[in-house]
Protein backbone atom coordinates (compact mmCIF):
# COMPACT_ATOMS: atom_id res chain seq x y z
CA UNK A 1 0.00 0.00 0.00
CA UNK A 2 1.03 3.38 -0.91
CA UNK A 3 1.71 5.97 1.52
CA UNK A 4 -0.27 8.84 3.36
CA UNK A 5 0.91 11.25 0.64
CA UNK A 6 1.17 9.44 -2.02
CA UNK A 7 -2.75 8.28 -1.36
CA UNK A 8 -4.06 11.50 -1.54
CA UNK A 9 -2.42 12.45 -4.67
CA UNK A 10 -3.38 9.18 -6.12
CA UNK A 11 -7.00 9.91 -5.02
CA UNK A 12 -6.83 13.64 -6.55
CA UNK A 13 -5.45 11.77 -9.95
CA UNK A 14 -8.11 9.50 -10.08
CA UNK A 15 -10.77 12.17 -9.77
CA UNK A 16 -10.27 13.80 -12.42
CA UNK A 17 -11.81 10.89 -14.03
CA UNK A 18 -15.25 11.82 -13.38
CA UNK A 19 -14.82 15.14 -15.19
CA UNK A 20 -13.74 16.35 -18.79
CA UNK A 21 -10.22 15.70 -18.41
CA UNK A 22 -7.67 17.30 -20.26
CA UNK A 23 -6.39 14.22 -21.44
CA UNK A 24 -8.58 11.11 -21.38
CA UNK A 25 -12.03 11.79 -20.83
CA UNK A 26 -15.21 12.80 -23.50
CA UNK A 27 -15.93 16.08 -23.90
CA UNK A 28 -19.44 14.72 -21.57
CA UNK A 29 -19.44 14.46 -18.24
CA UNK A 30 -20.46 11.47 -16.98
CA UNK A 31 -22.05 11.41 -13.35
CA UNK A 32 -20.85 8.53 -10.73
CA UNK A 33 -22.19 5.15 -10.79
CA UNK A 34 -24.07 3.46 -8.42
CA UNK A 35 -24.63 -0.64 -8.79
CA UNK A 36 -26.91 -2.92 -7.04
CA UNK A 37 -25.27 -5.38 -5.13
CA UNK A 38 -26.68 -8.49 -6.49
CA UNK A 39 -25.53 -7.34 -10.29
CA UNK A 40 -22.26 -6.59 -8.69
CA UNK A 41 -21.44 -10.58 -7.91
CA UNK A 42 -22.72 -10.97 -11.49
CA UNK A 43 -20.06 -13.28 -13.17
CA UNK A 44 -19.99 -11.69 -17.23
CA UNK A 45 -20.57 -14.32 -20.08
CA UNK A 46 -17.77 -13.42 -22.78
CA UNK A 47 -19.61 -15.19 -25.06
CA UNK A 48 -21.84 -12.24 -25.54
CA UNK A 49 -20.27 -9.40 -27.11
CA UNK A 50 -21.89 -6.51 -24.73
CA UNK A 51 -19.14 -7.84 -22.27
CA UNK A 52 -16.28 -6.63 -24.43
CA UNK A 53 -15.52 -3.11 -24.42
CA UNK A 54 -14.11 -3.93 -27.40
CA UNK A 55 -13.87 -6.18 -29.84
CA UNK A 56 -13.29 -7.13 -33.09
CA UNK A 57 -16.89 -8.09 -34.04
CA UNK A 58 -18.58 -5.11 -32.43
CA UNK A 59 -18.04 -1.43 -33.97
CA UNK A 60 -16.82 0.39 -30.63
CA UNK A 61 -14.43 3.24 -29.52
CA UNK A 62 -11.51 1.47 -30.17
CA UNK A 63 -12.24 1.68 -33.53
CA UNK A 64 -11.74 5.61 -33.34
CA UNK A 65 -9.34 6.83 -35.66
CA UNK A 66 -7.89 10.63 -35.10
CA UNK A 67 -8.35 12.62 -38.48
CA UNK A 68 -5.07 12.65 -39.54
CA UNK A 69 -4.51 9.43 -39.32
CA UNK A 70 -7.56 8.19 -41.29
CA UNK A 71 -5.79 7.88 -44.91
CA UNK A 72 -3.04 5.86 -43.28
CA UNK A 73 -2.83 2.08 -44.20
CA UNK A 74 -3.27 -0.39 -41.20
CA UNK A 75 -3.15 -4.23 -40.80
CA UNK A 76 -4.30 -6.23 -38.40
CA UNK A 77 -1.28 -8.67 -37.87
CA UNK A 78 -1.75 -9.25 -34.44
CA UNK A 79 -4.21 -9.18 -31.20
CA UNK A 80 -4.05 -6.72 -28.39
CA UNK A 81 -5.01 -7.83 -25.11
CA UNK A 82 -6.17 -4.70 -23.15
CA UNK A 83 -7.38 -4.29 -19.86
CA UNK A 84 -8.61 -0.34 -18.83
CA UNK A 85 -8.16 1.19 -15.60
CA UNK A 86 -9.88 1.85 -13.04
CA UNK A 87 -13.65 4.44 -13.70
CA UNK A 88 -15.69 2.94 -10.90
CA UNK A 89 -14.63 5.85 -8.62
CA UNK A 90 -16.14 8.69 -6.89
CA UNK A 91 -18.70 8.42 -4.53
CA UNK A 92 -19.80 5.01 -3.41
CA UNK A 93 -22.50 4.90 -0.57
CA UNK A 94 -22.90 1.84 -0.22
CA UNK A 95 -19.62 0.74 -0.26
CA UNK A 96 -19.61 -1.94 -2.96
CA UNK A 97 -15.87 -3.30 -3.62
CA UNK A 98 -16.24 -4.21 -7.05
CA UNK A 99 -18.39 -2.88 -9.75
CA UNK A 100 -21.19 -4.34 -11.87
CA UNK A 101 -20.25 -5.00 -15.57
CA UNK A 102 -23.49 -4.38 -16.28
CA UNK A 103 -23.18 -1.02 -15.13
CA UNK A 104 -24.06 1.48 -17.93
CA UNK A 105 -22.91 4.72 -16.60
CA UNK A 106 -19.42 3.19 -15.54
CA UNK A 107 -19.26 1.09 -18.97
CA UNK A 108 -20.28 4.22 -20.83
CA UNK A 109 -17.29 6.30 -18.41
CA UNK A 110 -15.02 3.64 -19.48
CA UNK A 111 -15.74 3.76 -23.64
CA UNK A 112 -15.60 7.37 -23.51
CA UNK A 113 -12.10 7.51 -22.19
CA UNK A 114 -9.64 4.47 -21.79
CA UNK A 115 -11.57 2.58 -24.83
CA UNK A 116 -10.85 5.94 -27.05
CA UNK A 117 -7.66 7.22 -25.90
CA UNK A 118 -6.04 4.34 -25.06
CA UNK A 119 -7.10 1.05 -26.51
CA UNK A 120 -7.45 3.08 -29.83
CA UNK A 121 -3.50 3.44 -30.19
CA UNK A 122 -3.29 -0.14 -30.76
CA UNK A 123 -6.01 0.03 -33.79
CA UNK A 124 -3.29 0.39 -36.67
CA UNK A 125 -1.94 -3.13 -35.99
CA UNK A 126 -4.08 -5.17 -33.79
CA UNK A 127 -7.26 -6.47 -33.53
CA UNK A 128 -8.62 -5.16 -30.07
CA UNK A 129 -10.09 -7.07 -27.39
CA UNK A 130 -10.88 -5.33 -24.06
CA UNK A 131 -12.97 -7.15 -21.82
CA UNK A 132 -15.29 -5.46 -19.33
CA UNK A 133 -14.38 -6.73 -15.79
CA UNK A 134 -15.77 -6.29 -12.11
CA UNK A 135 -13.03 -3.91 -11.35
CA UNK A 136 -12.12 -2.79 -7.74
CA UNK A 137 -13.36 0.15 -6.62
CA UNK A 138 -10.85 2.92 -6.20
CA UNK A 139 -10.62 3.06 -2.79
CA UNK A 140 -9.95 -0.33 -2.51
CA UNK A 141 -6.31 0.80 -3.09
CA UNK A 142 -5.90 2.62 0.03
CA UNK A 143 -7.88 -0.34 2.32
CA UNK A 144 -6.60 -0.34 4.91
CA UNK A 145 -8.22 -4.15 5.70
CA UNK A 146 -6.13 -5.05 2.91
CA UNK A 147 -7.74 -9.16 3.10
CA UNK A 148 -10.70 -7.46 1.85
CA UNK A 149 -8.54 -4.99 -0.87
CA UNK A 150 -7.38 -8.78 -1.67
CA UNK A 151 -10.75 -10.11 -2.46
CA UNK A 152 -11.68 -7.37 -4.12
CA UNK A 153 -8.82 -7.34 -6.40
CA UNK A 154 -9.02 -11.02 -6.61
CA UNK A 155 -12.81 -10.88 -7.88
CA UNK A 156 -12.03 -8.60 -10.93
CA UNK A 157 -8.70 -10.79 -12.23
CA UNK A 158 -11.39 -13.46 -11.79
CA UNK A 159 -13.44 -12.00 -14.67
CA UNK A 160 -9.89 -11.26 -16.65
CA UNK A 161 -8.86 -14.63 -16.42
CA UNK A 162 -11.75 -16.21 -17.87
CA UNK A 163 -11.82 -13.10 -20.17
CA UNK A 164 -8.80 -14.07 -21.80
CA UNK A 165 -9.38 -18.01 -21.79
CA UNK A 166 -12.55 -17.31 -23.88
CA UNK A 167 -10.04 -15.52 -25.91
CA UNK A 168 -7.26 -18.26 -26.39
CA UNK A 169 -10.01 -20.37 -26.79
CA UNK A 170 -12.27 -19.07 -29.70
CA UNK A 171 -10.43 -16.00 -31.12
CA UNK A 172 -6.62 -15.98 -30.79
CA UNK A 173 -6.04 -19.48 -33.70
CA UNK A 174 -2.11 -18.92 -33.11
CA UNK A 175 -2.15 -15.40 -33.33
CA UNK A 176 0.77 -12.96 -32.02
CA UNK A 177 -0.37 -11.47 -28.77
CA UNK A 178 0.00 -8.07 -26.98
CA UNK A 179 -0.83 -7.34 -23.30
CA UNK A 180 -1.44 -3.77 -23.05
CA UNK A 181 -2.79 -2.38 -19.58
CA UNK A 182 -3.25 1.04 -17.87
CA UNK A 183 -3.19 1.34 -13.88
CA UNK A 184 -5.77 -1.29 -12.15
CA UNK A 185 -5.60 -2.77 -15.62
CA UNK A 186 -2.08 -3.28 -15.02
CA UNK A 187 -2.36 -4.78 -11.54
CA UNK A 188 -4.08 -7.43 -13.16
CA UNK A 189 -2.22 -8.26 -16.12
CA UNK A 190 1.10 -8.52 -14.27
CA UNK A 191 -0.56 -11.52 -12.94
CA UNK A 192 -1.77 -12.25 -16.27
CA UNK A 193 1.24 -12.39 -17.84
CA UNK A 194 3.01 -14.49 -15.00
CA UNK A 195 -0.10 -17.22 -15.39
CA UNK A 196 -0.21 -17.36 -18.64
CA UNK A 197 2.94 -16.64 -20.20
CA UNK A 198 5.63 -16.76 -17.79
CA UNK A 199 7.72 -19.72 -18.64
CA UNK A 200 5.13 -21.23 -20.35
CA UNK A 201 4.43 -21.97 -24.09
CA UNK A 202 2.50 -18.92 -24.73
CA UNK A 203 5.00 -17.13 -23.93
CA UNK A 204 6.75 -17.88 -27.73
CA UNK A 205 3.20 -15.63 -29.25
CA UNK A 206 4.11 -12.64 -27.33
CA UNK A 207 5.15 -9.58 -29.09
CA UNK A 208 5.64 -6.73 -26.18
CA UNK A 209 3.53 -6.29 -22.77
CA UNK A 210 2.93 -2.18 -22.70
CA UNK A 211 1.95 -2.26 -18.56
CA UNK A 212 1.91 1.50 -18.18
CA UNK A 213 0.66 3.32 -14.83
CA UNK A 214 1.98 0.88 -11.88
CA UNK A 215 5.33 -0.23 -10.54
CA UNK A 216 6.66 -3.13 -12.51
CA UNK A 217 9.24 -5.31 -10.96
CA UNK A 218 12.28 -6.46 -12.47
CA UNK A 219 12.43 -9.53 -10.95
CA UNK A 220 8.79 -10.38 -11.08
CA UNK A 221 8.72 -12.78 -14.16
CA UNK A 222 11.15 -15.65 -14.48
CA UNK A 223 11.41 -15.35 -17.87
CA UNK A 224 9.88 -12.51 -19.87
CA UNK A 225 12.71 -9.54 -19.50
CA UNK A 226 12.65 -5.67 -19.68
CA UNK A 227 13.00 -4.59 -23.64
CA UNK A 228 16.02 -2.55 -23.75
CA UNK A 229 15.37 -1.14 -27.18
CA UNK A 230 12.81 -0.18 -30.10
CA UNK A 231 14.00 -3.75 -31.52
CA UNK A 232 13.27 -5.82 -28.78
CA UNK A 233 10.14 -8.76 -28.86
CA UNK A 234 8.83 -10.17 -25.91
CA UNK A 235 9.72 -8.21 -23.77
CA UNK A 236 7.84 -5.74 -21.14
CA UNK A 237 7.96 -1.85 -21.62
CA UNK A 238 6.46 0.34 -18.44
CA UNK A 239 6.97 4.09 -17.57
CA UNK A 240 4.72 6.46 -15.12
CA UNK A 241 4.31 9.83 -16.26
CA UNK A 242 4.94 13.06 -14.07
CA UNK A 243 6.33 16.91 -14.63
CA UNK A 244 9.62 17.21 -14.73
CA UNK A 245 11.17 17.59 -11.08
CA UNK A 246 8.05 16.52 -9.17
CA UNK A 247 7.84 13.05 -7.34
CA UNK A 248 5.43 11.87 -4.56
CA UNK A 249 6.59 10.87 -1.32
CA UNK A 250 5.67 7.31 -2.14
CA UNK A 251 7.68 7.26 -5.48
CA UNK A 252 10.67 8.60 -3.84
CA UNK A 253 10.86 5.83 -1.21
CA UNK A 254 10.95 3.19 -4.30
CA UNK A 255 13.71 1.10 -4.61
CA UNK A 256 15.59 0.72 -7.96
CA UNK A 257 13.97 -2.54 -8.87
CA UNK A 258 11.22 -1.47 -11.47
CA UNK A 259 10.90 -1.72 -14.99
CA UNK A 260 11.12 1.96 -16.64
CA UNK A 261 11.25 2.42 -20.60
CA UNK A 262 11.26 5.88 -21.89
CA UNK A 263 8.44 5.77 -24.60
CA UNK A 264 10.48 8.29 -26.75
CA UNK A 265 12.79 6.32 -27.22
CA UNK A 266 12.29 3.03 -25.98
CA UNK A 267 15.52 2.36 -23.90
CA UNK A 268 16.30 2.77 -20.38
CA UNK A 269 18.85 5.28 -21.29
CA UNK A 270 18.54 7.94 -18.81
CA UNK A 271 19.05 10.70 -21.88
CA UNK A 272 16.82 12.85 -22.14
CA UNK A 273 14.62 13.00 -25.52
CA UNK A 274 13.67 16.55 -27.04
CA UNK A 275 10.74 17.03 -27.97
CA UNK A 276 11.73 16.86 -31.65
CA UNK A 277 11.38 13.08 -31.84
CA UNK A 278 8.32 13.35 -29.63
CA UNK A 279 6.07 11.86 -32.63
CA UNK A 280 2.89 13.34 -30.87
CA UNK A 281 -0.19 13.38 -28.51
CA UNK A 282 -3.63 12.91 -28.38
CA UNK A 283 -4.82 14.99 -25.61
CA UNK A 284 -8.41 16.94 -25.12
CA UNK A 285 -9.54 16.81 -28.58
CA UNK A 286 -9.11 13.52 -30.05
CA UNK A 287 -9.04 13.91 -33.91
CA UNK A 288 -6.01 16.40 -33.14
CA UNK A 289 -2.79 15.45 -32.92
CA UNK A 290 -0.19 17.18 -30.64
CA UNK A 291 3.36 17.87 -32.64
CA UNK A 292 5.97 17.59 -30.59
CA UNK A 293 4.76 18.48 -27.42
CA UNK A 294 7.43 17.71 -24.38
CA UNK A 295 10.63 16.41 -23.87
CA UNK A 296 10.90 13.11 -22.06
CA UNK A 297 13.07 11.47 -19.52
CA UNK A 298 13.81 8.80 -17.38
CA UNK A 299 13.94 10.08 -13.57
CA UNK A 300 14.55 7.06 -11.09
CA UNK A 301 10.96 5.02 -11.43
CA UNK A 302 9.47 7.69 -13.63
CA UNK A 303 9.18 9.06 -16.72
CA UNK A 304 9.52 13.17 -16.38
CA UNK A 305 8.24 15.38 -19.15
CA UNK A 306 8.26 19.13 -19.49
CA UNK A 307 4.84 20.67 -19.64
CA UNK A 308 2.77 19.61 -22.73
CA UNK A 309 2.58 22.69 -25.43
CA UNK A 310 -0.56 22.47 -26.63
CA UNK A 311 -3.57 24.98 -27.35
CA UNK A 312 -5.01 26.09 -23.45
CA UNK A 313 -1.79 24.36 -21.95
CA UNK A 314 -0.65 27.34 -20.32
CA UNK A 315 -3.86 27.04 -17.91
CA UNK A 316 -3.27 23.12 -17.14
CA UNK A 317 -1.13 23.03 -13.94
CA UNK A 318 -1.10 19.39 -12.88
CA UNK A 319 2.27 17.63 -12.14
CA UNK A 320 0.95 13.74 -12.18
CA UNK A 321 -0.02 12.65 -15.60
CA UNK A 322 -0.91 9.66 -14.84
CA UNK A 323 -4.11 9.60 -16.99
CA UNK A 324 -2.34 10.62 -19.77
CA UNK A 325 0.40 8.23 -19.54
CA UNK A 326 -0.38 6.34 -23.19
CA UNK A 327 -2.10 9.26 -25.13
CA UNK A 328 0.78 11.81 -24.45
CA UNK A 329 2.23 9.17 -26.29
CA UNK A 330 0.02 8.32 -28.76
CA UNK A 331 2.01 8.49 -32.07
CA UNK A 332 5.38 7.28 -30.36
CA UNK A 333 3.29 4.17 -28.82
CA UNK A 334 1.43 3.50 -32.32
CA UNK A 335 4.85 3.72 -34.30
CA UNK A 336 6.03 1.35 -31.81
CA UNK A 337 3.27 -1.60 -31.64
CA UNK A 338 3.37 -1.54 -35.68
CA UNK A 339 7.79 -2.04 -35.41
CA UNK A 340 7.52 -4.44 -33.12
CA UNK A 341 4.80 -6.78 -34.50
CA UNK A 342 6.60 -6.69 -38.17
CA UNK A 343 10.52 -7.18 -36.02
CA UNK A 344 8.19 -10.93 -34.19
CA UNK A 345 6.63 -11.75 -37.63
CA UNK A 346 10.32 -11.61 -39.05
CA UNK A 347 11.75 -13.55 -36.26
CA UNK A 348 8.87 -15.90 -35.82
CA UNK A 349 9.53 -16.90 -40.26
CA UNK A 350 12.94 -16.98 -39.56
CA UNK A 351 12.65 -19.53 -36.70
CA UNK A 352 9.95 -21.38 -38.84
CA UNK A 353 12.00 -21.61 -41.50
CA UNK A 354 15.12 -23.08 -39.72
CA UNK A 355 12.85 -25.84 -37.71
CA UNK A 356 12.05 -26.95 -41.63
CA UNK A 357 15.39 -27.14 -42.32
Keep these: MRNESNDRQFNRLFMLMLSLSLFSCSQKTIPSATTDSDAADHAPDYAQLKYWAAHP ?15 TPFDTAADVFFLHPTTFTGKNKLHY ?4 V ?4 INEKTDHS ?27 YFEKDTLL ?3 AFDLAYEDIK ?54 VEKNYYATIPACTDSLSTGCITSWRTYRKGYLTDGISMEDSSLIVINPVT ?7 APPAIHKGAVLYSFNTIVPAPNSTEIAGNVI ?54
Design 57 to 71: DKKDFSDSIPEPLKS
Design 97 to 100: RNAS
Design 102 to 105: DDSI
Design 114 to 140: SILYQASVFNGSCRIFAPRYRQAWLQM
Design 149 to 151: ARK
Design 162 to 215: TAFQYYLDHNNNGRPIIIASHSQGTTHAKRLLKEFFDDKPLQRQLVCAYLVGMP
Design 266 to 272: WSANPSP
Design 304 to 357: WISKPKFRGGAFYFQKNYHIGDFNLFYMNVREDVSRRIRLFSNKTNENNQINVK
